[in-house]
């Protein structure tokens, strides 16, 4: 099982970016997926979740016009659109695949990526 981010990087406040979750090794249609992240002295907290079955997504906090998940299951990618970022945004930005539930809760995700930087700056 893999879970490989990428589009994280430096990035002006006020701006976008769309981060991506390519995952190979398991069946992608049988599996949730989320975003995560974790800020510097901060524990790791959710950010968004999709269903791939049907697609519904799953935003805990209240800036989720902030943020988009979608996922394109022919390339069994995720991806998580951030606009309007900032610098509280700054934080390594995780892929986890839960299988047996929908449930966007850390303790229950199966398979986590590496992680990829995203820095917002003013």
């Known amino acids: 099982v893999q879970l490989v981010e990428s589009g994280g990087g430096a990035a002006q406040a006020g701006g976008s970016l769309r981060l991506s979750c390519a995952a190979s090794g398991f069946t992608f249609d049988e599996y949730n997926m989320g975003w995560f992240r974790q800020a510097p002295g901060k524990e790791r907290e959710r950010v968004a979740c999709i269903s791939i079955s049907d697609g519904t997504p799953f935003y805990p906090h209240s800036e989720k016009g902030r943020f988009t998940i979608s996922s394109d299951n022919a390339k069994n990618t995720v991806y998580l659109q951030i606009n309007s970022l900032k610098p509280e945004d700054t934080a390594v930005y995780y892929c986890?695949?839960?299988?047996?539930?929908?449930?966007?809760?850390?303790?229950?995700?199966?398979?986590w990526g590496q992680g990829t930087q995203v820095t917002v700056s003013t």
């Open positions: 986890a695949a839960e299988r047996t539930t929908f449930s966007c809760l850390e303790r229950l995700m199966d398979h």
